[in-house]
């Protein structure tokens, strides 16, 4: 896999990816405004940030509690085995249900995989985990811990300007 080198970006770029980690419906009327520039050169880097791909879409921060997901769980998986045929088996197949959250193939402590699950309750959680989780072919692991409060979620990528 090719990692994406760092693009060069000037201080109107790094404010435009600033401004819209906090605020993605922003106008770009009120963009231009708050980085000094006039709206057609505004609009015409916010695009050229889009094609580049540093910025890869848009999204509304929904409230999981108010939809009835009372539960957060981050969930350490364990692989029996090493290979990318196991790998790519597990990820497809966590990819495919709405309550995993994030997916990140991590080191350390003998475990593959961290997942942040949002359940309904303690019993959402356990047929989540035994009906779907489990049976995955490599499962060797299983060890959750389940989240008191957020402290704070969604931040933006840092901008250094």
Do not use: W
């Not at 090719?2 to 993605?24: C, F, H, M, S």
């Not at 085995?81 to 309550?99: D, G, I, K, S």
């Not at 994030?102 to 402590?109: A, F, K, P, R, W």
Request: charged content about 25%; hydrophobic content about 40%.
């Amino acid at each position: 896999m090719k990692v994406p080198q760092p693009l060069a970006l000037d201080r109107y770029d790094r404010r435009i990816l600033e401004l819209i980690q906090q605020e993605g419906r922003i106008s770009n009327q009120e963009l231009a405004e708050r980085i000094g520039l006039s709206p057609s050169p505004c609009l015409r880097r916010l695009r050229a940030l889009e094609e580049s791909g540093l910025i890869l879409g848009y999204r509304a921060l929904v409230d999981a509690r108010q939809l009835g997901y009372r539960l957060m769980a981050l969930v350490h998986i364990s692989m029996d085995r090493h290979t990318p045929e196991r790998f790519a088996n597990f990820e497809r197949q966590v990819a495919a249900l709405p309550q995993v959250q994030e997916c990140l193939m991590i080191t350390g402590q003998e475990v593959d995989y961290q997942l942040k699950i949002r359940v309904e309750d303690m019993d959402g959680y356990q047929q989540l985990l035994l009906q779907h989780i489990t049976p995955i072919e490599g499962v060797s692991g299983v060890h959750s811990n389940f989240v008191l409060r957020p402290v704070f979620e969604n931040r933006g990528v840092p901008v250094e300007l």
